[in-house]
């Protein structure tokens, strides 16, 4: 089966650790992203990467940082100096960076205490 | 950059009533606008999108109409099932880049 895969589904840390969220695709796309979601709130762009070995910052990428070392991988790590970091995290991925439809994992929620 | 506003942030409707979602955008150079249905706990779907060089497109009970000159797309779904009830998602995208509004909870009473 082709698809995005996220894990683990749940995440607790302490404050002031580093942590890192696994995203990974089989479905061949070259195109990867972050969101995160916040309650009543929409999905804002954490980073994304058209192609391997090449990211930009989205809107909130601040505390963040990621990295795109092979195609079907795209990691996430949210760091200590990211101020309020328990939310749901997303990851999703597209055929290009072109205009296409995204195909979004199920999904982290970390915590963070 | 981007924003995009969707209106109303709850809709409750009778099974089988009509169901319209409304949503702005600044950018005039977006092309792409998807919907996107989410249910508790998983992420989004896909389930309807159109180009900004279409005013309307039609699968089944949703559509999703297009006023470029307007800044505005809204999503309908006729004949609303319970299990139509889920968080709506609307977008604007460009170069790849989506912003996406606040969301739409959408209770389908039975």
């Known amino acids: 089966d082709g698809g995005i895969t996220q894990s683990p589904k749940y995440l607790f840390r302490k404050e002031g650790q580093n942590v890192t969220l696994s995203c990974e695709q089989n479905l061949n796309h070259d195109a990867m992203y972050w969101y995160r979601q916040d309650p009543g709130q929409g999905l804002r762009l954490i980073y994304y990467?058209?192609?391997?070995?090449?990211?930009q910052k989205g809107d909130i990428a601040e505390g963040y940082s990621v990295s795109r070392e092979k195609k079907e991988s795209f990691p996430l790590t949210v760091t200590s100096a990211q101020k309020n970091p328990t939310a749901f995290y997303l990851c999703?991925?597209?055929?290009?960076?072109?205009?296409?439809?995204?195909?979004f994992g199920p999904g982290t929620r970390l915590t963070v205490t | 950059g981007e924003n995009v506003e969707q209106h109303p942030s709850t809709l409750s409707v009778q099974e089988g009533d009509s169901a319209v979602i409304k949503c702005t955008y600044s950018d005039s150079a977006s092309n792409y606008f998807p919907w996107y249905k989410q249910e508790l706990g998983k992420g989004p779907q896909l389930i309807i999108d159109?180009?900004?060089?279409?005013g309307e497109k039609k699968d089944q009970r949703i559509a999703v109409t297009l006023n470029k000159t307007a800044k505005h797309f809204s999503l309908h779904i006729t004949e609303t099932q319970p299990e139509d009830s889920a968080v709506y998602f609307c977008a604007a995208s460009r170069g790849g880049k989506s912003t996406f509004g606040d969301g739409t909870t959408l209770t389908v009473k039975p």
């Open positions: 159109i180009r900004s060089n279409v």
């Open positions: 990467s058209q192609i391997v070995n090449d990211f």
């Open positions: 999703a991925s597209s055929i290009d960076g072109g205009t296409y439809e995204q195909y």
